[in-house]
T-cell receptor, first 111, second 116 residues
Framework: DTEVTQTPKHLVMGMTNKKSLKCEQH?????MYWYKQKAKKPPELMFVYSYEKLSINESVPSRFSPECPNSSLLNLHLHALQPEDSALYLC??????????FGPGTRLTVL | AQSVAQPEDQVNVAEGNPLTVKCTYS??????LFWYVQYPNRGLQFLLKYITGDNLVKGSYGFEAEFNKSQTSFHLKKPSALVSDSALYFCAVRDYNLDSNYQLIWGAGTKLIIKP
């Protein structure tokens, strides 16, 4: 199984809402990533988990809170977002030397 | 500093003609190089990679790329373009020798348009 799944596919939320994005992989990868992507731009790295521990936090605002419950799951908790946070949020996984496999993304709109 | 350059924002090719999407890189050690494709409103799909070995790498959907160490390039090629190849293409590099925690450095992307 070479698939990374993400839910939901689309999410519309107000600035006072709390929501979560979910990501799952069953490839046995020990590194998992959250990216933010604006239209026609390369993905921007937000967080990296390695062996279920947060190893990189790219100065992301605290309104984004990652969580890695186990080696297959990755969550991104959202609270008090701003309209400029509207973007495609991508999850990816990899082993420690190879390519990253991406999920289809969650299209987030903040009103 | 590590960097990746995709010098062309957009490449236009007639269907059936060969295509090339350019990528050059700068890393301090040995590079791991990747190409990804993104169709509208979709995630990124892995096409091919160079880590070591043969300089000509073959990947998905008939794409190939040539690693040129002296020119620090990793151009993506296809002998005969299809309309369905129209998409956004990203080149990325990871520095093999750098304790980068698996981070990729991304190019800005090249929009490929294949005209019938």
């Amino acid at each position: 199984d070479t698939e990374v799944t993400q839910t939901p596919k689309h999410l519309v939320m107000g600035m006072t809402n709390k929501k979560s994005l979910k990501c799952e992989q069953h490839m046995g990868h020990r590194a998992m990533y959250w990216y933010k992507q604006k239209a026609k731009k390369p993905p921007e790295l937000m967080f990296v988990y390695s062996y279920e521990k947060l190893s990189i936090n790219e100065s992301v605002p605290s309104r984004f809170s990652p969580e890695c419950p186990n080696s297959s799951l990755l969550n991104l908790h959202l609270h008090a977002l701003q309209p400029e946070d509207s973007a495609l949020y991508l999850c990816a996984s990899s082993d420690h030397v190879g390519e990253q496999f991406f999920g289809p993304g969650t299209r987030l709109t903040v009103l | 500093a590590q960097s990746v350059a995709q010098p062309e924002d957009q490449v236009n090719v007639a269907e059936g003609n060969p295509l090339t999407v350019k990528c050059t890189y700068s890393v301090s050690g040995n590079p791991y190089l990747f190409w990804y494709v993104q169709y509208p409103n979709r995630g990124l799909q892995f096409l091919l990679k160079y880590i070591t070995g043969d300089n000509l790498v073959k990947g998905s959907y008939g794409f190939e790329a040539e690693f040129n160490k002296s020119q620090t390039s990793f151009h993506l090629k296809k002998p005969s373009a299809l309309v369905s190849d129209s998409a956004l293409y990203f080149c990325a590099v990871r520095d093999y020798n750098l304790d980068s925690n698996y981070q990729l450095i991304w190019g800005a992307g090249t929009k490929l348009i294949i005209k019938p």
